[in-house]
C-alpha cells in the first residue's frame, strides 16, 4: 500500500464538520503540512477556536474514515494534532486618514503667545476656505475652549462605521479638541506624563476629526514628554515655533527648534513667528514701539536658515480677543487681522514646498529614552 496526500484528503472530505455541515476539505480545516512515513500518517486539523465543541468528535470521525476509506493498516492513532485558526495580526489602523497635514505649534517658554497664535491661525486658514482642525494639547494650560468660545462644550460620543468616536466641538469653521473638555482648569497640573500622552493619544485616534487640509496641535512649552508622544504617534508635516524678540525666548526657541530638527526626532520646522515684535496702539497702527527688542525673531530665523512665517504686534485687541472667545484672526479689516492671514498664507506656502521637496516624515521609533 502506497500512501499518498491526496489519498488522505480524499478519505477526509466524507467527513463532516458538524458546525456547518461541509466537509473537513471543503471546510478548509486540513492543513496543508500532510506528513507520511511508511504507513504512518500524521497532519492536523484546524478549528476557529480553540474551545471548538465538535474538536473530540471531528478527530475520531477522522481517524475512523482513515481506517475506513483506505486501510486499517494506516498508523494514524493519536497522530492528527488539533490547531485554532492563526488570527490574522490585525493591520493597524492608520491614525487621521484624511488628514492631510499635521502641524505641531510649538514654543521654548510659556507665555509667548504659542496658543493665541495657534488659534489665530487655525481661524485665518479655515477663512481662507481650507478644511482645519485643532487639538489643544497644552496640558498644563489648555486654553483653547475659551479662545474659541467653547468652555461650556461636551464633545459627545458618535458613531462612526461601528466604532465609538469623540465629536469635536466646532467655532469659526475649525473643529476642536481640548484636554481642557476633560479636566478642571486646577486638575490639569496633575496630569503629568502617562496619563497626559494616553488621553492626546485618545483625542488623536478617536476624535472624529473627518477629512483635513490642516490640522494643527497646540503643544505644552518647551519640550516634554508630550512631545515624544506625538512625534511617535503620527507623522507630523512640520513644526512652527513661536517666539518673542526676547533673548530668554530666542535661547529656548533654539532649544525648540533643535529638538525638531534633531537626528532622533527629524521633524521639519516650517519657520519661526515671532510674536509680540512691538506693540503698536490700535490707533497709530504706523507708530512701533520694540519693547522686547527689534526683530530678535528675525535674527535667529536667518541665523538658523528657517523662514520668518509672520511678525505679530503686540495689540490690546489681540488679549481681550482671547478672553473673549473671539480671535482678532476673524476680522481681517484690522492690522492684527491682516497679520494672522499673512502668517496663513505664509504657512500653506511653506507647507506645499516642504511637501514638494520633502519626503513625507515617518513616525519617530524610539527604543531607548
Ligand atoms: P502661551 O500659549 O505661549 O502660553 P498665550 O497664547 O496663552 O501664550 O498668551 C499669553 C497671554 O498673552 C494671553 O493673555 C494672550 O492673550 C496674550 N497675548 C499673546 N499674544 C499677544 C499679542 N500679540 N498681543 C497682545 N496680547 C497677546
Known amino acids: 500500500m502506497t500512501l499518498y496526500p491526496q489519498l488522505i484528503l480524499d478519505a477526509l472530505s466524507k467527513v463532516r464538520y458538524p458546525g456547518t455541515g461541509k466537509d473537513l476539505v471543503s471546510q478548509e480545516m ?15 486539523l484546524i478549528f476557529d477556536k480553540p474551545n471548538d465543541p465538535f474538536i473530540k468528535s471531528v478527530v475520531k470521525a477522522a481517524e475512523t474514515a482513515i481506517l475506513t476509506y483506505i486501510s486499517p493498516e494506516v498508523d494514524i492513532k493519536g497522530n492528527i494534532q488539533v490547531k485554532a485558526k492563526q488570527q490574522l495580526p490585525q ?3 492608520k491614525l487621521l486618514p484624511d488628514v492631510k497635514n499635521i502641524i505641531a505649534v510649538s514654543s521654548g517658554k510659556g507665555g509667548v503667545g504659542k496658543s493665541t497664535v495657534a488659534a489665530n491661525l487655525a481661524v485665518a486658514l479655515a477663512s481662507l476656505g ?25 464633545p459627545y460620543m458618535e458613531e462612526v462605521n461601528g466604532k465609538e468616536m469623540i465629536a469635536p466641538a466646532e467655532n469659526y469653521g475649525v473643529k476642536l479638541l481640548s484636554i481642557g473638555f476633560f479636566v478642571n482648569k486646577e486638575d490639569a497640573v496633575l496630569w503629568r506624563g502617562g496619563m497626559a500622552s494616553n488621553a492626546l ?21 518647551g519640550t516634554s514628554d508630550i512631545h515624544l508622544t506625538l512625534v511617535q504617534t503620527l507623522a507630523i508635516t512640520g ?12 535661547a529656548d526657541a533654539r532649544k525648540g527648534i533643535s529638538m525638531f530638527m534633531g537626528e532622533k526626532v527629524n521633524v521639519p520646522v516650517l519657520g519661526l513667528v515671532e510674536n509680540m515684535a512691538w506693540f503698536t496702539p490700535a ?15 528675525k535674527r535667529l530665523a536667518e541665523e538658523l536658515h528657517v523662514p520668518l512665517l509672520g511678525q505679530i504686534p503686540i495689540v490690546q485687541s489681540i488679549c481681550e480677543g482671547g478672553d473673549t472667545g473671539t480671535p482678532v484672526a476673524l476680522n481681517t479689516d484690522t492690522v492684527t487681522g491682516q497679520a494672522f492671514h499673512t502668517l496663513a498664507e505664509n504657512v500653506v506656502k511653506q507647507v506645499n514646498y516642504r ?7 515617518k513616525k519617530v521609533n524610539i527604543t531607548h529614552r
Request: charged share 25%; no cysteine; proline share 8%.
Open 30 to 44: 486540513v492543513d496543508d503540512d500532510i506528513r507520511i512515513d511508511g504507513n504512518k500518517v500524521s497532519f492536523s
Open 91 to 93: 493591520q493597524p489602523e
Open 130 to 154: 481650507y478644511k482645519v482642525g485643532l487639538l489643544d494639547a497644552d496640558i498644563f494650560g489648555p486654553s483653547m475652549p475659551k479662545m474659541f468660545h467653547v468652555e461650556d462644550a461636551r
Open 201 to 221: 493619544k485618545q483625542l488623536i485616534g478617536e476624535g472624529n476629526w473627518g477629512s483635513l487640509d490642516y490640522f494643527l496641535i497646540d503643544l505644552p512649552p
Open 239 to 250: 513644526a512652527i515655533i513661536v517666539t518673542t524678540p526676547q533673548e530668554v525666548a530666542l
Open 283 to 297: 490707533e497709530l497702527p504706523e507708530n512701533k514701539y520694540y519693547l522686547f527688542g527689534k526683530e530678535g525673531g
Open 355 to 361: 511637501n514638494e521637496h520633502l519626503a513625507p516624515t
